[in-house]
């Protein structure tokens, strides 16, 4: 399948072509990662903010911020 990038995805569509969970979906767009607009109670996303995910800058940056998360989870599961 192949992402657009002038097309709208569901977040169910993204988290597909992604292939990540529906809880790292959401996890992606609260934290701003990935944009996307509300419209009621749902996401849509650009194809382009799906290719711009995939860019390896950001890719690296996204590795740090989940390594940081995990370390500050631990940590606070260690003490």
Do not use: C, F
């Not at 995805?9 to 767009?29: D, F, G």
């Not at 607009?37 to 749902?42: E, H, M, S």
Request: proline share 1%; hydrophobic share 35%; net charge positive.
């Amino acid at each position: 399948m192949e992402i657009k990038q002038n097309e709208v995805y569901t977040t169910q569509e993204a988290q597909e072509l992604l292939k990540i969970s529906s809880s790292t979906m959401m996890r992606l767009i609260k934290k701003g990662i990935i944009r996307s607009a509300k419209i009621g109670k749902q996401y849509r996303i650009m194809g382009k903010e799906l290719l711009r995910l995939l860019s390896p800058k950001l890719e690296d940056k996204v590795g740090k911020m989940y390594n940081k998360g995990r370390y500050w989870l631990h940590k606070d599961i260690d003490e």
